[in-house]
């Protein structure tokens, strides 16, 4: 919008309903799109300080300056967090997804810890996952029962959200053993999250149509995109 000066960039809600906008010099506002209008005053904040914009506009988050920090605000104000929360663990946080229907909040950490954070209750559990590198890649299934998590050293995993236990053969989902990708089916989907591990397809066919699975398609991510 016009009224915002001095535009450095900008993140969207996941429904694109509102934005929250930051300036050349550290300020971040609140505003509703589609027409632009201000919900917040302008805030002084840190320079890339990360922030996401919860669905619906329900919540605005901010890593504090500890990293593990999470600090929750509401969108009309932005100065003064209404909630902070600070997960398990002594090392910041390196990825965070939320689910469609807003009510998870999905955490992985730099040591390879995962959470799964309740937006209704406000209380997080600490997922079983072994120690290893940072997490750099969350993703929920279409219904989101289901979520797929990749870390920097080429693991993933998939778990079911409900329980946070690990899917094993039996839910069927397939796990590649060395790390190249996990497959987990669902009602209405599948979700894969492949790693940059040598590409073995003769393997990747034999374990999905033992899995049950009849037809997928590859959706190829580049840096940046789809």
Known sequence: PAAFVDFADASYSPDGHYALLRDHHGHIQCWRVEPWQPCSSP????????????????Y???LGSAPRQLNFYALHDLRRPYLTMTPPGNTGVAAWQESGDGRWLA???????LYVLDLRAMTMRQLPTPPGREVTWLAFSEDDAWLAVATKDGTAYAYDVASGNPLTAGNRAVLLQDGQAVCA????????????????????????SDSGLRMFAFTAKHHDGF
């Open 43 to 58: 805030a002084a904040r840190r320079l890339g300080e990360p922030w996401k914009l919860g669905r619906a506009g329900r």
């Open 107 to 113: 955490l992985g950490d730099l040591e390879g810890r």
């Open 185 to 208: 089916p669902t009602g209405t989907g599948v979700i894969v999250a492949v790693t940059d591990a040598g590409f073995d397809a003769e393997q990747w066919m034999r374990l999905f």
């Open 60 to 62: 605005a988050l901010a």
